[in-house]
């Protein structure tokens, strides 16, 4: 569905984007991480049909997305701040939207109503930040999109709404097999919606696999012996912790092989304990360098 090939992008002879691929089949639901200025927002304004790039291919069905305005009528896209005109009502984007996208749904607008509880007669620019996130979901999905874009999406929501959001896009991909691209510091929540997650950093894609792959390709296991005792060679470790004779490892590889290798050493108790989306996050960016650090004053 989306397939970026080699893609670079400088500003200022900054490259911002640095050969980047990236694959997003129909009907994901693909979670873009990476840290401040990977180039995230910079990827999804590419893919959006905003920027062009410098190199490489940008394809939505194999078509480009910046020289190919049908593609871009396929395509909607949440921003981290909301665009909007000055003096213009949600209803007022209602028919600029409706003017822009064949696909809106004047109907599908009425049906979500009771859903966001906005007003349409009211100033976008007089509702809350919420409010305006609200409207802009509200906007979103009445124009049926065949690929969603979402930077930073929640922001500023309540949990309530959060949660009834990605009801909302959930049953959309279930149903209209719609694709969601989104980017999020909120990893936590990404690991309750997203089947594939891409990790991003310095303008390159480390890694992208789905969600259950990464999980089970890095784990972290808890043991402790009767006294100081070797580890098994070949062990690919990420990050050891030692306190006293317990032992906390983040290794690389199947849960069930390390855990049958490590049990062949007899230590006295031997935990294996899946590791978070945000763990995975930290260990695949280069483990302890990109950790909490303490600083003295």
Aim: with cysteine; proline share 5%.
């Amino acid at each position: 569905m989306i397939e970026v090939k080699g893609l670079f992008k400088s500003f200022d002879d900054f490259p911002v984007l640095d050969g980047l691929d990236l694959h997003v089949k129909k009907g994901a639901v693909y979670g873009l991480v990476g840290p401040n200025g990977a180039g995230k927002s910079t990827l999804i304004r590419h893919l959006a049909g905003i920027y062009r790039q410098d190199r490489g291919e940008v394809l939505i069905d194999g078509r480009p997305v910046y020289d190919d305005p049908t593609v871009k009528t396929r395509v909607a896209y949440i921003p981290d701040e909301i665009f909007f005109f000055n003096q213009a009502t949600v209803q007022d984007m209602m028919k600029f939207y409706r003017d822009l996208y064949l696909s809106f749904s004047e109907e599908r607008f009425a049906r979500l109503a009771p859903a966001f509880d906005l007003d349409p007669k009211r100033l976008m620019r007089k509702l809350s930040k919420g409010q305006q996130k609200q409207a802009a979901f509200w906007l979103l999905m009445s124009i049926c999109p065949d690929v969603v874009l979402l930077d930073e999406p929640v922001d500023g929501l309540d949990p309530v709404m959060r949660r009834q959001i990605w009801s909302l896009l959930l049953q959309d991909v279930a149903e209209r097999g719609t694709t969601v691209l989104v980017s999020s510091h909120n990893l936590r929540e990404l690991e309750d919606v997203c089947d594939h997650v891409g990790i991003l950093h310095k303008g390159k894609l480390l890694l992208e696999r789905s969600l259950s792959e990464l999980q089970d390709n890095i784990v972290k296991i808890q043991l402790a012996y009767p006294e100081e005792r070797e580890l098994p060679e070949g062990l690919e470790l990420l990050h050891r912790s030692d306190s006293g004779r317990v032992l906390q490892l983040i290794l690389r590889g199947s849960a069930e092989e390390l855990n049958k290798r490590l049990a062949a050493t007899n230590p006295l108790f031997l935990d294996v304990v899946p590791l978070s989306l945000e763990e995975i996050f930290i260990y695949e960016l280069g483990g302890v360098d990109h950790e909490v650090k303490d600083i003295l004053f």
